[in-house]
């Protein structure tokens, strides 16, 4: 993500300032104030004390007498260690970026608005328990009590960006839940996109070949109808504005993996459960780890998102969960028909329907505010032809395209998007809330029934030898699917509610003792309600169920091995294919040759050390484009990432198909004649890269992660901050079970498992997390990026649950006490 160039300026002027006046050591090191750890602190609104221990890697366990007491120090707490960060996520869901950032932001910021999440937040409030609000409020009391008492002495961002922070409300609580579920949903619409491309110029039969797992529908091809690239492509670049927000990482759960085993299976007669949560890398993390107690009352411990008071995912006194994405379509696009005559107006069921006209103010730093209107329909917002730019800047620059300009020439053209984030019909606070009290599976599911814009696969485990697995969500029922662009001019495509909670998917204590999911397939195609056809290929979970099918009985280090398994189904179904370039060998160059000794016994573990992940992955890229770009043209560089990859699965599994020639050429090539060409372009490209030693194809020398923070970007902050973490060399993939990818251009990893979970329902001390990052949002704490090390080794940290383990291992006491009139 690039900063805009007056936040480099006005740092630099802060850390002028700074040397001269020696508020910066000579080390270059901030002299910022850490949070305060040891101690006591007086705290207006709070009735009694509240103690907070924090254990050796700076996780708090706050114990209150009374649910006010606690949630108020959550917030306390949670502003202490993530302030700006939770701040930039408000912001992000109020569409306020540009008021920080300037006007390079203002197309997200619009982005955001057309999500309506602060209104719809709004309404969920005024239905909400009387007694969830009064925690939300203890919450945001907490926060707003850091606020007054920090003064001058707020996180560093602040500072450096010019700006306070506004108070927090129970409506930012709500919205950041919103923010989440659009999270998933973006994605939808870029794959709808590409369909409805796909479709129009290949053919219904050619193109289901490409989209994962579609059953040829007969009722979706609109032989006069069309939409023209130029609306695909900006339609498509307005979606791609919430990549701005993501590098943030404000992202909900797009990927992860989950799996339980019974106590039959284990050796202490209880059962294990494992999660990891696959978000963007970025410093701090998404998740904040916390332990909640009121003794006698609560007792639940896990990870909660800033700005929240709840744990999302942990355990309690009686049971453990944990979630994966269900990867429910819960977007879709529609055409909507202009009336010439007054372009306000849509026709639905024979009749002209007004729009909705909603006004935004979006302030810019430095600038005078801009004023859009946004077009809805009764599903959603018109995103093509978006604005009345009347009152807007003639040009914004974003990304080389003119966005603004490019939107006056589609005035007369119309895409609404449905979006479930839009209906009233969800409450995940309460679903949290509700978890972090459930005695058992039936508590678990009651739970569950309000858990809908962002719809997970639940993993369940008890103490009392249960297993389980549960979908929650909204999953849609429409006609059809929502693979494609579908014609808004009647109801007929519009959504008819939701699945009942009664039939989601669930199973419940299986005879083989074991439960995973990995974001793939949910269902069997009898299932009467369309989910989704956009699930990621099957890798990780065969090689999960592969690993709990290798012995009968297990411990927390066999779920250690298992969460960091770094082995590779895909390797395994693509490697014999490269190494029968064997019997070719008079066709191969000398490094050629040497590239493919690479791949002589490999046991197919995508390790850092060694130079055959590196060929594998830069085959892979090749080996897409020789399949798939001559028929494909131009549409090949906007190809959608799930559904070229589920392609090669397909392809690897069952065989060649027709994509396999390339039509360009009069011959007609083989597979084999692809793999030859795709590992001569990879063994190019690869000299051209690294060179020709093999020393320099390592994995890990070209596979790196860094952990940045948001502003890290302008290197002279990063350095003089210390925002960043350094560069490390990994191995993984994102086919396999320990994943660390890329969906850009290089190795570079930003995706992976954000937390790493297994929970020990025998002997709650005895389970383990990590996070990638560190607990503190504050560069200057012993607690930011203080757990990378340990993250990237493969190692845990103990979860402390009893009060004795968590006194026993108490490295900082700090009490918040009440004020005394």
Request: net charge negative; proline share 5%; charged share 25%.
């Amino acid at each position: 993500m690039k900063i805009p160039e007056k936040i480099l300026f006005s740092g630099l002027l802060i850390i002028l300032a700074a040397l001269t006046t020696g508020f910066i050591s000579s080390h270059g090191k901030a002299a910022r104030v850490s949070p305060q750890y040891e101690g006591e602190i007086v705290t207006k609104g709070l009735f009694k004390d509240v103690t907070v221990y924090r254990d050796e890697r700076g996780m708090p366990h706050i114990y209150a007498s009374s649910e006010h007491d606690l949630y108020m120090a959550v917030g306390y707490v949670s502003a202490q260690e993530r302030l700006w960060q939770m701040d930039l996520i408000r912001r992000s869901t109020n569409g306020r970026l540009s008021e920080i950032f300037g006007k390079s932001f203002l197309p997200a910021d619009i982005l955001c608005r057309c999500l309506r999440i602060t209104e719809k937040s709004k309404e969920i409030l005024k239905n909400e328990d009387p007694e969830i609000i009064a925690c939300m409020q203890a919450y945001a009391d907490g926060v707003n009590a850091f606020i007054s008492s920090a003064g001058k002495r707020l996180p560093l961002e602040f500072n450096l960006l010019s700006y306070s922070p506004e108070l927090w409300r129970l409506e930012d609580i709500a919205s950041i839940i919103g923010l989440m579920g659009w999270s998933l949903g973006s994605r939808n619409l870029t794959a709808e996109l590409f369909n409805y491309q796909l479709v129009r110029q290949l053919g219904t039969e050619k193109a289901s070949a490409l989209i994962p797992d579609w059953r040829v529908p007969t009722d979706i091809i609109y032989p006069d109808f069309t939409i023209d690239d130029t609306l695909i492509a900006r339609t498509r670049s307005f979606i791609s504005l919430w990549d701005r927000v993501k590098d943030f990482g404000v992202t909900a759960f797009s990927g992860s993996n989950n799996w339980a085993v019974s106590g039959t299976r284990t050796e202490t007669g209880k059962p294990l459960l494992s999660n990891d949560m696959h978000l963007t890398f970025t410093s701090p993390g998404i998740w904040l780890q916390m332990h909640q107690v009121i003794p006698g009352k609560l007792n639940v411990t896990g990870v909660l998102i800033p700005g929240e008071p709840f744990i999302v995912m942990g355990h309690n006194e009686r049971i453990a969960w944990g979630m994966t994405n269900l990867m429910v379509d819960d977007v879709d696009l529609y055409t909507e028909k202009l009336n010439p005559e007054n372009a306000s107006q849509y026709l639905y069921n024979g009749e002209w329907k007004e729009m909705l006209h909603k006004t935004e103010i979006i302030r810019i730093k430095g600038e005078k505010p801009d004023t859009v209107v946004i077009r809805f329909t009764h599903r959603g917002p018109v995103i093509s032809g978006l604005l009345d730019l009347s009152n807007l800047s003639p040009k914004i620059k974003w990304s080389g395209y003119d966005y603004l300009s490019g939107l006056r020439s589609l005035a007369d053209i119309s895409l609404s998007m449905k979006w479930a984030g839009y209906d009233n019909t969800s409450d995940e606070i309460r679903s949290i809330y509700l978890l972090d009290r459930a005695a058992g599976w039936n508590d678990f599911r009651f739970a569950l029934r309000t858990f809908g814009s962002i719809s997970q696969n639940f993993v369940y485990a008890d103490t009392e030898g249960n297993i389980g697995l549960n979908a929650g969500g909204g999953i849609p029922i429409r006609k059809g699917n929502g693979i494609q662009i579908r014609n808004g001019d009647t109801d007929e495509y519009d959504w008819k509610g939701y699945v009942p909670f009664d039939q989601l998917p669930f199973s419940f204590n299986p005879q083989n003792g074991q439960v995973s999911s990995a974001n793939n397939k949910t269902v069997s195609d009898e299932y009467p309600y369309f989910i989704s056809q956009d699930f990621v290929a099957p890798y990780r979970i065969n090689r999960i169920r592969e690993m709990l099918a290798e012995k009968e009985i297990f411990t927390i280090e066999d779920f250690k091995r298992m969460i960091n398994d770094q082995h590779s189904d895909f390797a395994e179904l693509l490697t014999p294919h490269i190494i029968k370039l064997n019997e070719r060998q008079d066709e191969l160059t000398s490094a050629e040759s040497r590239a493919l000794t690479a791949f002589s016994g490999w046991d197919y573990e995508m390790n850092p050390e060694m130079t055959a992940p590196t060929i594998l992955e830069l085959f892979r890229i090749s080996f897409k484009k020789n399949l798939l770009a001559d028929e494909l043209g131009d549409l090949f560089d906007g190809l959608y990432y799930m559904t070229s990859e589920y392609y090669i699965y397909k392809l690897l599994v069952n065989g060649p198909d027709e994509w396999v020639d390339n039509i360009k050429t009069p011959e007609n090539e083989t597979l084999d004649d692809i793999v030859l060409k795709s590992f001569k372009d990879c063994v190019k490209t690869l000299v051209k890269q690294y060179g020709k030693n093999p020393d320099r194809w390592q994995w890990g020398k070209v596979h790196t992660i860094t952990f940045m923070h948001p502003i890290g970007s302008v290197k002279i902050l990063g350095f003089f901050y210390k925002l960043n973490s350094e560069k490390f060399r990994i191995g993984g993939s994102d086919h396999t079970v320990s994943p660390y990818f890329s969906l850009k251009p290089g190795f570079e990893a930003g995706f992976g498992a954000s937390v790493r979970q297994i929970f020990n329902l025998a002997e709650w001390d005895n389970s383990c997390s990590v996070i990638p990052g560190g607990e503190s949002g504050i560069p200057r704490s012993e607690f930011y990026l203080s757990q990378v090390k340990t993250y990237l080794s493969g190692q845990f940290y103990k979860d402390h649950f009893s009060d004795e383990a968590v006194k026993n291992y108490t490295k900082h006491v700090l009490v918040l006490k009440p004020e005394k009139y």
